[in-house]
């Protein structure tokens, strides 16, 4: 289903703006922000930790934005990967660690190239906070699939990252069809159950001669990737 450029523009400008409103708060604890500013925050607080300026959105929204532009360049992958690597090239006031040491080599593999340094370890969010761009860009059903992959693997290639993004974009789509969140989250989860995401790496070439072991790595833990994102997605929907 096509979704009009008019409900995925409001889309982009609505994360831009709640990662702005959150700008000042993020990486602090409950308990910290309650010391900091004596109670919950019931109105907007400008700036943040890392020096962007009042109303500025941070990194997720700027790498959303650096993913746009580069599906602008009608480069695939590669084009992709040399936006990210202009962004990272600007200084911005926050990068990620693992986004960092990805983005070092400009290699497709260099994300898979990060997280076998970190010993299979490191699972953070950059590839998640900015995969809308794949939906905002206007894909849809496997094609969404396969582009969530392998953007999320540019920097974060374990599945646990693979796998949240792969959720995410199904969800969103879900969404944007007029499912209930609930609803929605169902289909989601059963389109990241379906999705061979070690394959779509490979076939994007985003595995290299020299990751055979990340390629086994990787393979050995995705039955749990996928478990522990269905565990956190429950929990998110018990929660509301
Ligand atoms: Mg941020």
Same mark, same amino acid.
């Given at each position: ?98 986004? =960092? %040491?990805? $983005?070092?080599? +400009?290699? &497709?593999? #260099?994300?898979?190239?990060?997280? @076998? ?80 995401? =070690? %394959?779509? $790496?490979?076939? +994007?070439? &985003?595995? #290299?001669?020299?990751?055979?072991? @990340? ?26």
């Amino acid at each position: 289903m096509n979704v009009s450029t008019d409900r995925r523009l409001m889309a982009l400008l609505s994360l831009t703006a709640a990662d702005a409103l959150g700008a000042a708060t993020e990486f602090s604890t409950p308990a910290a922000l309650e010391q900091k500013f004596g109670g919950r925050l019931r109105s907007y607080v400008g700036g943040s930790v890392f020096g962007f300026a009042p109303g500025e959105a941070t990194d997720d929204s700027q790498m959303v934005a650096a993913t746009l532009l580069g599906y602008a360049r009608q480069d695939g992958l590669g084009g992709i990967l040399a936006a990210l690597c202009d962004w990272a090239g600007t200084h911005p006031p926050d990068v990620g660690a693992l986004t =960092r %040491s990805a $983005l070092t080599s +400009g290699r &497709l593999s #260099g994300g898979v190239e990060a997280w @076998a340094a970190s010993h299979y370890q490191s699972a953070g969010n950059g590839g998640l906070m900015r995969i809308a761009a794949t939906w905002l860009a206007g894909y849809s059903a496997a094609v969404l699939t396969q582009q969530s992959v392998l953007v999320t693997g540019l920097t974060h290639a374990d599945p646990r990252c693979i796998y949240a993004s792969v959720f995410f974009t199904a969800w969103l789509e879900a969404l944007s069809q007029g499912e209930t969140p609930e609803a929605a989250a169902q289909a989601a989860l059963d389109v990241m159950d379906r999705t061979e995401a =070690r %394959s779509i $790496l490979l076939g +994007g070439s &985003l595995f #290299g001669i020299e990751d055979r072991a @990340a390629f086994a790595a990787f393979g050995e833990i995705e039955r749990a990737a996928r478990a522990e994102v269905r565990r956190r997605v429950h929990a998110g929907l018990g929660a509301t």
